[in-house]
Nanobody
């Protein structure tokens, strides 16, 4: 069992930055592919960025060049650095830990609002 707790969300002006953190409890954090998803009102949840156990990353086209995902296995934590934020980035951001199809865990989400 893995428990995920997100933090770092908030209100930021367009063009600003935020860093989200996701702290994981439980065993074997390093084997999980970690991902950040988001869900805006009235829209489906979408993948924002993911990082594998080996450190490979992938990003949604809408955030490439602006967002960076990273992980610190010693701290059981994954981060999402978000720069040049836009109003369309407004959403609830969720942390996910996945290992094969049998182990799939979600955090409770953190709100990010980009508005002037």
């Amino acid at each position: 069992q893995v428990q995920l707790v997100e933090s770092g969300g908030g209100l930021v002006q367009p063009g600003g930055s935020l860093r989200l953190s996701c702290a994981a409890s439980g065993r074997d954090f390093s084997i999980y592919t970690m991902g950040w998803y988001r869900q805006a009102p009235g829209k489906q949840r979408e993948l924002v960025a993911a990082i594998t156990s080996g450190g490979s990353t992938n990003y949604a086209d809408s955030v490439k060049g602006r967002f960076t995902i990273s992980r610190d296995n010693a701290k059981n934590t994954v981060y999402l650095q978000m720069n040049s934020l836009k109003p369309e980035d407004t959403a609830v951001y969720y942390c996910n830990a996945k290992f094969t199809r049998w182990f799939d865990y979600w955090g409770q989400g953190t709100q990010v609002t980009v508005s002037s």
